[in-house]
């Protein structure tokens, strides 16, 4: 499933400023050095709106539900039903905006090119110019790249997504370190990388947060910093510059930049078509990372990233039946990158997946079915059969 949740969490934006002008002296400042660095034309001030944290949790919540691609409580059932997630799903929608709600300060807010800032205690507690680096780096990225444009863009390939948004928060942490460092920073990015890592391992998940969300919420700023602390380090700007504009199209070319090149596609024609009285709910593309996670439910960890990492293109269909919604249905096809890693894959998720997808079709474990040949392979987890021709 899609990483939908793009508000960077990892950062905390400093706001001492008044209502009239909410933009306060240290990011204009911090500004001209991002701009500097990331050679960004001037003038580069995005402008500051200023909102309280009632006025937040609003503003957050109509964000989410115009990143997803259907209605939230569709979403979180949808991930419910394909067990990455557990729970009811208005009560995790109610957890993550409180969670979100406490810990955002402010955000770069691409549609608007504007930053938002939270009008609280807490960010006026904070001090100094760089803890508006991190922000202002994906305004740059608008500017230049139009990357996080191009993130709520691509809503029909979540794989894609959370590989293209992790390039996006990687880079703006490593202008952060970078200039928090001085002379590039160069003696402190190792360090730093290691203790991204360390402190990413020991976050838990909030009282109400599914784990997948955590989970999902680091993805991005430990690989995605790794993959462009990486092409720092080989060529400088200029190939951070090509990683922005050309993001890994998915999270196994994010996570195996040296391999092959997998090709990552299945076309949605190549999953059955939505039968007679079923409603298609979301067709997506799972990915290595999503992959991977929900192995991981029932295997170790290991186990499931190895399996995972075989990952050379899937796409999910979940359908529901019209005329009793708790009927569910997916149909879940993949592709590997040779037989043997399709043979692994296979072996690992159907000793995985029959518990995880216990809820799929309202309660009992639904049939499954599996179907191989070659590199792919093909699920089918309570899925209707043909109606007889008449």
Known sequence: MRRKYSIAL??????????????????????GRVAGLR?????????????SQEELRALLDRKLRRD???????????????????????????????FYTSQVLGFYEPQADEMIVVDSPATARLEGGLVWAHE??????????????????????????????????????LV???????????????????????QAKALPPPPGVPAYFVADLV???????????RAYRSGGWTAVDRLLANPPTSTSALLHPDAPAAKGVVPAADLPPVPEGWQEVLTDTVGEWGLAFLLGRRAGTAHAEA???????????????AANPGRWALAWRLQCRSVAAREQLERAMQE?????????????????TWVAAGRTVELRAAWPRPSPSR
Request: with cysteine.
């Open 307 to 321: 399996a995972a990492a075989g990952w050379d293109g899937d796409r999910m269909r979940l359908i529901r039946n």
């Open 68 to 98: 997803l691609p259907i209605a939230p409580n569709l979403y979180l059932e949808s991930l419910v039903r394909t067990g990455f997630i557990e729970g009811d799903p208005g009560a995790v929608w109610d957890h993550l905006l409180a």
């Open 10 to 31: 990892a950062v905390a934006l400093a706001a001492a400023a008044a209502a009239a002008a909410p933009c306060p002296t240290a990011l204009t400042e911090i500004a």
């Open 352 to 368: 995985s997946l029959p518990p995880v997808l216990a809820r799929l079709d309202g309660g009992e474990r639904p049939q499954l």
């Open 39 to 51: 050679q960004v034309p001037p003038p580069f001030t995005p402008p500051c709106r200023l909102v």
């Open 176 to 198: 952060m370190f970078v200039l928090r460092g001085g002379a590039e920073g160069v003696d402190e990015l190792d360090a730093a990388e290691a203790t991204v890592a360390q």
């Open 219 to 229: 993805f991005p700023y430990t690989a995605g910093f790794s993959a462009a602390l």
């Open 136 to 173: 202002l780096a994906h305004a740059a990225q608008e500017h230049r790249f139009h990357l996080p444009s191009r993130l709520l863009a691509m809503r029909g390939d979540g794989d894609r997504q959370r590989a293209a948004s992790a390039v996006a928060e990687g880079e703006a942490m």
